[in-house]
């Protein structure tokens, strides 16, 4: 994954003030790998929990272990923006299948891939807590529901008209 030394700097700015908030030592942590992930497009690079590490005093490993134990955080590169599907019953009896072969066709995309472009990294997600819209997504944290193959269309080329 590529990035700058400069988005090193912001990342150990904003982890050096997460610091002074004075939070529970597990609660800034996950704090410190919530804003990296908003630094280098929805992932935690090597370099950037090497920061953590420092800034924060906590060895590697463990910030690796909460790193790799939420699906929330990722590792591995992923795009732009972060699509999580949600798959569970509620959602699935009230059209998700269909909605999720959409995305994946529009997307051109399997679960877990990202597409060419970079834009977008296409996850599925347990319920989002929304099934009374279902079937529901979150694109980079925002909640859409009700959806339908066009409706997910639209949504997905407005993100790509943002470009
Ligand atoms: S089951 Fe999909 S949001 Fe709850």
Not at 36 to 53: C, D, G, R, Y
């Amino acid at each position: 994954m590529k990035f700058t030394m400069n988005e090193i700097q912001q990342l150990k700015a904003r982890v050096e003030e997460i610091k002074t908030q004075k939070m529970e030592s597990g609660d800034e942590l996950l704090m410190a790998l919530h804003t990296a992930q908003e630094l280098f497009n929805n992932s935690i690079p090597i370099k950037a929990a090497e920061v953590i590490s420092e800034v924060l005093k906590v060895k590697m490993n463990r910030v690796y272990e909460l790193a790799t134990f939420y699906s929330m955080y990722s590792t591995r590169p992923r795009g732009k923006h972060l699509i999580r599907f949600c798959e569970s019953l509620p959602c699935h009896v009230v059209g998700g299948r269909e909605v999720t072969e959409a995305l994946k066709k529009i997307l051109g995309v399997k679960v877990g891939e990202t597409t060419k472009d970079g834009l977008f990294t296409l996850e599925t997600s347990s319920c989002l807590g929304l099934c009374g819209v279902g079937p529901v997504m979150m694109i980079d944290g925002e909640a859409y529901g009700n959806l339908t193959p066009d409706r997910v269309k639209e949504i997905i080329d407005s993100y790509r008209g943002e470009k």
